[in-house]
């Protein structure tokens, strides 16, 4: 029996058909790619939110220092270095297993893999009178940029976020406690420079709020009455604005 061969046509059709479902399934394994990302991120976030809320409660209330001595230069500490033993279980780990932790999947940035930070906390006010983030609450100096709030001054825990995924544009470092990076101010989502978060969860970010939860949430939402340059909302102690 003469075995049949396919016909030029045949193997065009076939083509075509793989085509058509490639085009199909990309998007959704894309989707699916993004949403396992956003998921991991929100599990970083969740995680340095309990760290700082349980160094709190193990120092009176107190959350961390932002920052205290050469922070720039890698021998300083930050608010991060302080919650180690609650994060990674040491106070000292591993400095990869640091930069892996404090690197978002979805950063793929120029320079992304040189050590960035894609996370901070919220110091919003420190430009202005208010000061009515969680940190740089009052004037500090270089070795110590501020004091921090105490849980007792913050009426609505589950309304002000505490850390959040905050891929800003320029901070490199040989450590991952840059003081650029972590003290997160506004979005400035209109007119990037250097203290403007980058939204890598479809134009959004993970939040981790005072009382421990975090949510999924564009800038819009996070501005409350405010402003993409003055944001309320979330980003302030007081409830309702």
Same mark, same amino acid.
């Given at each position: 029996?003469?075995?049949?061969?396919?016909?030029?046509?045949?193997?065009?059709?076939?083509?075509?058909?793989?085509?058509?479902?490639? @085009?199909?399934?990309?998007?959704?394994?894309? *989707?699916?790619?993004?949403?396992?990302? #956003?998921?991991?991120?929100?599990?970083?976030?969740?995680?340095? $939110?309990? /760290?700082?809320?349980?160094?709190?409660? +193990?120092?009176?209330?107190?959350?961390?220092?932002?920052?205290?001595?050469?922070?720039?230069?890698?021998? /300083?500490? @930050?608010? &991060?270095?302080?919650?180690?033993?609650?994060? &990674?279980?040491?106070?000292?780990? +591993?400095?990869?297993?640091?930069?892996?932790?404090? @690197?978002?999947?979805?950063?793929?940035?120029?320079?992304? =893999?040189?050590?960035?930070?894609?996370?901070?906390?919220?110091?919003?006010?420190?430009? @202005?009178? $208010?000061?009515? /983030?969680? %940190?740089? #609450?009052?004037?500090?100096? $270089?070795?110590?940029?501020?004091?921090?709030?105490?849980?007792?001054?913050?009426?609505?825990?589950?309304? #002000?976020?505490?850390?959040?995924?905050?891929?800003?544009?320029?901070?490199?470092?040989?450590?991952?406690?840059?003081?650029?990076?972590?003290?997160?101010?506004?979005?400035?989502?209109?007119?990037?420079?250097?203290?403007?978060?980058? &939204?890598?969860?479809? *134009?959004? #970010?993970?939040? /981790?709020?005072?009382?421990?939860?975090?949510?999924?949430?564009? %800038? =819009? =939402?996070?501005?409350?009455?405010?402003?993409?340059?003055?944001?309320?909302?979330?980003?302030?102690?007081?409830?309702? +604005?």
């Amino acid at each position: 029996m003469r075995k049949k061969s396919f016909t030029l046509i045949e193997l065009l059709v076939v083509i075509a058909i793989i085509s058509i479902l490639a @085009s199909m399934l990309l998007p959704a394994l894309k *989707k699916a790619r993004a949403s396992a990302m #956003t998921a991991d991120c929100s599990s970083k976030v969740k995680q340095i $939110s309990q /760290g700082l809320i349980m160094y709190a409660d +193990d120092n009176g209330g107190w959350y961390p220092p932002l920052l205290v001595g050469g922070w720039a230069y890698g021998y /300083g500490t @930050s608010c &991060f270095t302080h919650i180690n033993g609650y994060v &990674f279980g040491k106070e000292d780990p +591993d400095l990869k297993a640091a930069y892996d932790f404090y @690197s978002c999947a979805a950063d793929v940035s120029e320079g992304s =893999q040189n050590n960035r930070c894609c996370y901070g906390v919220n110091a919003h006010g420190y430009y @202005s009178s $208010s000061r009515d /983030g969680i %940190w740089l #609450t009052s004037a500090g100096d $270089s070795y110590e940029w501020g004091p921090p709030s105490k849980t007792t001054q913050i009426p609505d825990s589950s309304g #002000t976020f505490l850390s959040a995924c905050y891929a800003n544009t320029i901070s490199y470092t040989t450590k991952y406690d840059y003081y650029l990076h972590l003290g997160m101010q506004a979005p400035y989502h209109e007119s990037l420079d250097h203290w403007d978060m980058g &939204f890598l969860h479809n *134009k959004a #970010t993970n939040w /981790g709020f005072c009382d421990g939860h975090v949510e999924w949430m564009p %800038w =819009q =939402q996070s501005v409350g009455t405010g402003t993409a340059a003055r944001p309320k909302g979330i980003w302030t102690k007081t409830a309702g +604005d």
